[in-house]
Structure formats: structure tokens, C-alpha cells
């Protein structure tokens, strides 16, 4: 069970590892991916306004605020998880598709 959001990163990161490699600069824009999956999820139960008057040091600190503010937390994280895990394979298959020359069979 995923319980932060620093855990949900880095289970994206181990299990698109297992099927692409990844660099540094992937890992950042998955970060971005599963944040934004996340936070438009509980856009109607959080505003951005109240996350930013809380006034937030570290992301433990937030993840501590929405767990205690959100009622089905874990579950939305695990499903912004697992769309952004999703998203990205395929998205990534999609790109290797368009890459591919033309097919010559005719």
C-alpha cells in the first residue's frame, strides 16, 4: 500500500524500470506526471489554495496534511499511480510505433 507520495514515485520509477530504462530527466517528468494525476484527483476535495496556505517545508509534511484531510487518500494515490504508470508505457509504445520506417508490405 502506497501511503506518500515520495513512495509512489519511486514505485513508478521501479516498475517503468522494469520495462524501459530510464534516465534522470524521465524520472523528473514522471514526478511531474504522477503529481499532476494526483492533485487532479483531489482538486475537488483540496484546492491549491488551501495546500498553499498550509505553507509546507517538505512533502512529507503535505502528504501528512492529505492523508489526515482526505478520507480515501491511499486509494487515489494508488490509482494516480498506477494511470500514470500506464499512461507512460504506453505513451512510450506509441512513440517507438511512429518512429518505425514504413511497412513494405503492400
Avoid at 35 to 41: G, L, Q, V
Avoid at 46 to 65: G, M, P, R, T, W
Avoid at 90 to 103: A, M, R, T, V, Y
Amino acid at each position: 500500500m502506497l501511503t506518500t507520495l515520495s513512495q509512489a514515485k519511486t514505485f513508478v520509477h521501479e516498475k517503468i524500470a522494469e520495462y524501459l530504462p530510464l534516465e534522470n530527466i524521465e524520472k523528473d517528468i514522471l514526478d511531474t506526471l504522477l503529481e499532476e494525476t494526483f492533485f487532479a484527483k483531489i482538486e475537488n476535495i483540496v484546492s491549491e489554495q488551501d495546500i498553499e496556505n498550509q505553507h509546507f517545508e517538505k512533502e512529507e509534511d503535505l502528504d501528512a496534511y492529505l492523508f489526515h484531510k482526505i478520507q480515501n487518500y491511499t486509494t487515489l494515490l494508488e490509482e494516480a499511480t498506477a494511470e500514470t504508470i500506464t499512461d507512460y508505457i504506453i505513451n512510450d509504445q506509441d512513440s517507438e510505433e511512429n518512429d518505425l520506417p514504413p511497412s513494405t508490405n503492400e
